[in-house]
């Protein structure tokens, strides 16, 4: 989140000059050009609290059936596949869902933990889902949808409630917090998803510590890129989440996010991640920073299959104040993405991007569409700022978490509220706060009244909406191009939509994304938009070392 809120402050001094006709060109190179890959070293590496044992028990006699050949004809059906093709092998009696578990399940076992490679993306494994799978393969296969969640294997990042394992947040004090199910993961049962497990993230999903590096927990250690391993940055808050799905732990991942948490561990990945309209998915279930910007939303490796993914987790939640305030609609996200020509479809799309961002990546993609037939605009970027920003998160944790704990944290639970959390802490700081816990004591130490509060979130969304629709009325524009989370501070008090598909890679092999924003339930949109983008570009490559 800190670096979240340097960035937007960074970003918004920066003008750009209008240029509506000729092709972009880009007058410097990367923001990163230093290709000597230097290792970066981390105070906390492995978890100090996971116990792997227990972790892999319920799997051992399973996996030690699953052969090398097993491995080897699961992976030319899954691995790297879209979801539609996965279900049409299955149907095709080519692969069972069982099949398809063991297979991330090796994975998760080869990659994740104490070798080389290890990326500490997992922080938890359903103990009953090889069982589960099984159950499916019962099913008469002809009838399952090939563009529906059923039977794939899910991992949820760990803010997000599951029974039958603990949702954590990260943090050694919610280390037994058995809680049931979020709304969405009722939804995904009722889909008929299988929840394969818990992915890592950064603890209190990265509103904790003031100098931690994204991706770090106290239960789940530290994640790690594998575009560049110990290199490259994560991103957070959903750091497990899109590293699992960069290295094909799963088929896919639900992240969360309250300012650029789905958005940069995404683009970080090379992954495509939507932060849906604030209120869209319920929050009902799924550990708190702010009720006014929190939302979860789906990290895919495919267009294609995130809109599967946002369709399985739809659903009204009467408990949650921002799905009874937005009353959106129930829309087909997947329908008009089977059979669309991203050349005719981009064919009068208009499309507003900031000559600012002088990424040659970022050049790239806006040439590439302006050849696919879309209108490219250059815009200016509005001189506005987030004022108080950061005292919303304050404020709402404050209120926030406690709710949560006492409504849907397990009843074992020892602490209510984060004067507990934060005293808990201390007790054992070098396992339980190794980088200490400023972000905490700052939300305890805010306050304000209920108008100045209520006047602080108004000015914020007023604020959002205005750096936007400016640009998007005056130009009558579909959507406005952004790179990786840059703008997504913006976004996120606006309550916008926005998504991030694949860019490209700069020298450091670092991945990079294009990041579509637009108005409120833009969703069907900005994934039509991002599905034809990743078909003319096709940027996503699959992280070296993790091919086997």
């Not at 998803?193 to 590096?213: M, Q, R, T, V």
Request: charged share 20%; glycine share 6%.
């Amino acid at each position: 989140m800190k670096r979240i809120l340097l960035l937007l402050a960074l970003c918004a001094i920066i003008s750009c000059k209008e240029n509506t006709n000729a092709h972009v060109t880009a007058t410097t190179v990367e923001t990163v050009t230093d290709t000597t890959f230097k290792e970066r070293e981390f105070a906390v590496l492995d978890s100090k609290v996971l116990n792997l044992d227990k972790l892999w028990e319920p799997f051992n006699e399973d996996l030690a059936q699953f052969t090398d050949a097993d491995y080897a004809r699961v992976k030319m059906l899954a691995f790297e596949k879209t979801i539609p093709e996965i279900q049409r092998a299955i149907v095709d009696g080519k692969l069972s869902y069982e099949d398809l578990v063991l297979f991330y399940l090796s994975r998760i076992k080869k990659y994740d933990r104490n070798n080389d490679l290890s990326l500490n993306a997992v922080i938890a494994l359903n103990p009953n889902v090889v069982a589960e799978a099984r159950t499916l393969d019962l099913q008469e296969k002809l009838l399952v949808d090939m563009y529906s969640i059923y039977g794939m294997p899910i991992l949820l990042k760990d803010n997000i409630n599951a029974s039958g394992m603990p949702t954590t947040a990260g943090a050694v004090v919610f280390e037994d917090n058995n809680a049931e199910d979020a709304f969405i993961t009722k939804q995904l049962k009722a889909n008929a998803a299988l929840i394969l497990g818990k992915a890592n993230l950064s603890e209190w999903a990265y509103f904790f510590c003031n100098d931690c590096p994204s991706g770090y927990s106290a239960i789940g250690g530290q994640t790690l890129n594998p575009y560049g391993r110990k290199i490259h940055d994560t991103g957070g808050s959903s750091s497990g989440s899109g590293v699992s799905m960069a290295a094909n732990f799963a088929a896919a991942a639900v992240g969360s996010e309250t300012s650029g948490s789905i958005l940069s561990p995404s683009s970080s990945n090379s992954v495509v991640g939507l932060k849906p309209t604030i209120g869209l998915l319920s929050r009902g279930g799924i550990v708190p920073i702010s009720s006014t910007l929190d939302t979860p939303g789906p990290m895919t490796r495919s267009v294609i299959d995130n809109a599967i993914l946002l369709q399985a987790m739809t659903g009204f939640d009467d408990e949650d104040a921002k799905a009874v305030s937005l009353k959106a609609p129930k829309t087909d996200y997947v329908s008009a993405l089977k059979n669309l020509n991203a050349s005719e479809y981009l064919k009068g799309k208009r499309l507003g991007y900031y000559k600012s961002y002088e990424d040659t990546l970022y050049v790239q993609a806006v040439n590439a569409l302006k050849d696919a037939g879309a209108t490219l605009i250059e815009l200016e970027r509005p001189e506005i700022d987030l004022p108080q920003f950061l005292r919303v998160l304050n404020l709402d944790m404050q209120k926030d978490l406690p709710i949560y704990i006492s409504k849907y944290g397990a009843k074992t639970l020892a602490v209510k509220d984060l004067n507990d959390i934060t005293a808990y802490n201390k007790e054992d700081s070098l396992v339980r706060m190794p980088y200490g816990q400023g972000l905490l004591y700052g939300v305890l130490a805010d306050s304000a009244s209920t108008e100045e509060f209520t006047a602080i979130k108004d000015t914020l969304e007023r604020n959002g909406r205005q750096f936007f629709d400016e640009s998007i009325n005056a130009n009558n524009l579909d959507a406005v191009l952004s790179i990786n989370n840059y703008m997504a501070g913006f976004a996120a008090v606006a309550k916008y939509p926005a998504i991030t598909v694949p860019m490209g890679y700069k020298e450091t092999h670092q991945p990079m994304g294009l990041t579509f924003i637009a108005p409120t339930l833009s969703e069907a949109k900005l994934l039509e938009l991002a599905y034809a983008y990743g078909t003319i570009s096709k940027m996503r490559k699959t992280p070296i070392d993790y091919e086997e």
